[in-house]
């Protein structure tokens, strides 16, 4: 499975962006999906997963209520709708794809990795 993740950008805080993380291979539909977003000087840490069906989905603290992963299946695509962004949110955000089909916040559960896709929230 190869990622590209895209629709990074510049947003104010308050804004919104939506990345998507596209995927090739026909065994997309098996893998669930993470997101992993990295800092300027900090490690990567865990976003959010959506398990293989899309039915189920988990979210770090920090972005419950304000970002949210759909899949569609049929498209190879998965989605990170991202709300209310606020400049802690500024990141590389990476996309992921794991075998196990049910998504986790370990990085060494997932196979595939995307390049990642800047976000820059301005104050």
């Known amino acids: 499975v190869q990622l590209q993740a895209s ?19 026909r065994t997309f539909s098996s893998y669930a999906i993470g997101w992993f977003r990295q800092a300027p000087g ?14 189920n989905t988990y979210y770090v603290d920090s972005v419950k ?3 949210t992963i759909s899949r569609d299946n049929a498209k190879n695509t998965v989605y990170l709708q991202m709300n209310s962004l ?3 949110d500024t990141a590389v955000y990476y ?3 794991g075998s196990f089909g049910f998504g986790t ?4 559960d997932y ?4 390049q990642g896709t800047l976000v820059t929230v301005s104050s």
């Not at 629709?7 to 291979?25: D, T």
């Not at 900090?42 to 039915?55: C, L, N, P």
């Open 111 to 114: 196979d595939y990795w995307g």
């Open 86 to 88: 606020k400049p802690e």
């Open 42 to 55: 900090k490690e990567r840490e865990f976003v959010g997963t959506i398990s293989w069906s899309g039915g």
């Open 95 to 97: 996309c992921a794809a």
């Open 65 to 67: 209520g304000r970002f």
């Open 7 to 25: 629709g990074g950008g510049l947003v104010q805080a308050g804004g919104s962006l939506r990345l998507s993380c596209a995927a090739s291979g």
């Open 105 to 108: 916040p370990y990085e060494h």
